[in-house]
């Protein structure tokens, strides 16, 4: 892979290695979108024999951690871009700068100003930003957010940051629940576990409760890492099992959360949420489908939603706006509002559910909202209205 701009990203490169300025180099955008290696996200780490680059390799279902010197890291990062990866993001100090192979082999370097700072969000000034300790923690070290001293990994400064600001939002819903003893959260999809624990801890080791927690994951292999995990950190009110959303069997559920859960996969979390009268409802909701398929607008809109972008951002917030009203039907007090940054997933509504009343008062008032919403753009039925409607036939 012989080309001028190569050559100057890795002369660009070297020098940031050298000179010990180098943040993070991210490679991402796989070549062969059935491997299961996602990206690779390559720091500088030191050790007793010296500087190395830290590479974590992202899959699926797990992270593996090598550690390479510098002649080693630079030639396994020329295979990688050749083979695995058509973008290169690197963060420095200076800036910030991409580079781009097309699937033609065409080559581009973008140049930004720094996006990030060495140890953002980490210094004695924003020691008090962070609601969760790192000392000592063993679920953080586990997970790859922490090293071995349990100080926040630079590769894993983003997840720490966004792990601290989800506990941010949902403490205030929390606390101002009247929950039972041994209350039960489940939070549907788990994944790695990064914020089902997160979100263990602070019930536990900031708000003083005993909670049962579990969470409900569909890949058997993180499953029982998480399981590995949670045994590790002493956490014996928190499991996780193997199931999906849909046909997971529980008993009771007072706290459920569901982040990232695809499509109608939001729809069916919410229902069960409802369903078991939750008292507080969690969801991130991702990949909007059904409602944009079902759209059929005839009204002044269609000169908007006649360009694909549009139509597909009107989708998302009707899809997620009709969610909200529909959990209002049922006695739920809402609020939509952003999760994270979009720096970090452009998927970042959140939308949180508290129960109020079991008859809200103006339950007809929010039914005629919701059909004349439906009728503005030609939707037919709402997924999770389907699901009520099949559950009383």
């Known amino acids: 892979m012989e080309n001028r701009q190569i050559t100057l990203f890795f002369d660009k490169l070297n020098n940031l290695i050298r000179s010990k300025t180098l943040i993070k180099l991210v490679l991402s955008n796989q070549r062969d979108h059935t491997s299961d290696l996602k990206s690779i996200i390559i720091s500088i780490v030191a050790l007793k024999k010296g500087e190395r680059l830290n590479f974590v390799f992202r899959y699926k279902t797990k992270d593996i951690t090598k550690n390479h010197d510098i002649e080693e890291a630079l030639a396994l990062i020329k295979k990688s871009l050749e083979t695995d990866f058509f973008n290169a993001d690197v963060f ?155 046909t997971v069997e529980l008993d009771h559920i007072d706290i459920l959360i569901a982040l990232h859960a695809c499509d109608t996969a939001t729809d069916d979390a919410i229902y069960r949420g409802i369903t078991s009268g939750a008292s507080l409802i969690v969801c991130a909701p991702c990949c909007h489908k059904q409602i944009r398929k079902e759209f059929h607008v005839t009204n002044e809109l269609k000169s908007v939603t006649k360009h694909g972008i549009l139509e597909e951002r009107q989708a998302e917030i009707i899809t997620d706006g009709l969610r909200a009203l529909i959990m209002e039907e049922y006695g739920y007090k809402t609020k939509v509002f952003e999760f994270i940054s979009t720096d970090h997933t452009p998927k970042n509504v959140m939308i949180v559910g508290r129960k109020i009343s079991e008859k809200p008062a103006g339950r007809e008032k929010i039914m005629k909202n919701i059909q004349a919403l439906k009728e503005f753009y030609g939707i037919k039925q709402h997924y999770l209205e389907k699901l009520f409607i099949n559950s009383i036939g």
């Open 92 to 246: 420095s100090n200076e800036e910030t700068f991409r580079l781009l192979i097309t699937s033609h082999g065409k080559v581009k370097i973008r140049s930004n100003a720094p996006a990030i700072k060495a140890g953002a969000g980490f210094s004695h000034d924003r020691m008090k930003d962070r609601i969760l300790a790192t000392q000592n923690n063993i679920y953080l070290r586990e997970l790859g957010i922490l090293n071995s001293g349990f100080e926040v990994r630079h590769d894993m400064s983003d997840k720490f940051l966004q792990i601290n600001k989800y506990i941010e939002l949902l403490g205030p819903f929390i606390r101002d629940l009247d929950l039972p003893e041994g209350f039960h959260v489940t939070d549907m999809g788990s994944g790695k576990g990064y914020l089902t624990f997160a979100l263990y801890d602070y019930l536990t080791n900031i708000l003083g409760k005993k909670p049962v927690m579990t969470g409900v994951e569909s890949k058997k292999e993180l499953v029982n890492l998480s399981n590995d995990v949670a045994s590790k950190a002493g956490f014996a009110g928190l499991k996780f099992i193997n199931g999906t959303i849909r």
